[in-house]
């Protein structure tokens, strides 16, 4: 999700912060993310490295990753906080979907732009709220530690010969 606040914040010229829990806002307008929910499936092996003096593996890997975000629209008045949502969804879904699907970032679904102001403290706070889903392929490195022994095998390939060796832990 980090990677489409930063193209979207870039490419739009909007303010946009990750999640709506900062002590104090910005100035209107601006945009908040919030992940609502995250669903990770797979972890597709891709290299492993195994360190000489520690026995431990480092392995990465990769995992698919489906992400529904909360984007959050403020503004000074009603129109212009539409004007916002629709300027900003329409950027996502038309304008740049291609810089989107070049930075491995895929847009599943574009939810309505609801209207949720509310009055807060005597006044209207002007917000409209819309769910964007997003997939995208994750690379996760992981450490394996703590080994007491790895054997391995290896194929010379001038003497296509396999070549098995084993590092015991001290």
Request: one cysteine or more; glycine letters at 2%; aromatic letters at 10%.
């Amino acid at each position: 999700m980090e990677e489409f606040l930063k193209l979207m914040a870039e490419y739009t010229s909007y303010t946009i912060i990750y999640s709506n829990q900062t002590a104090t806002l910005p100035p209107y307008p601006f945009i908040t993310f919030t992940s609502i929910s995250k669903d990770e499936t797979g972890l597709n092996y891709l290299s492993s490295e195994l360190s000489e003096d520690t026995l431990d593996i480092t392995e990465t890997l990769y995992k698919n990753v489906q992400e529904t975000i909360q984007v959050d629209f403020y503004e000074d008045n009603l129109s212009n906080c539409r004007s916002l949502a629709t300027n900003f969804v329409n950027a996502v879904d038309f304008k740049y979907r291609q810089v989107l699907n070049d930075a491995n970032i895929g847009v599943i679904e574009i939810g309505d732009i609801l209207d949720n102001t509310r009055i807060e403290q005597v006044k209207s706070l002007y917000r409209m709220t819309c769910d964007i889903t997003i997939d995208y392929t994750e690379e996760v490195d992981r450490t394996i530690e703590n080994l007491q022994s790895v054997s391995y095998t290896a194929t010379d390939e001038e003497d296509n010969e396999e070549l098995s060796h084993t590092v015991e832990r001290e």
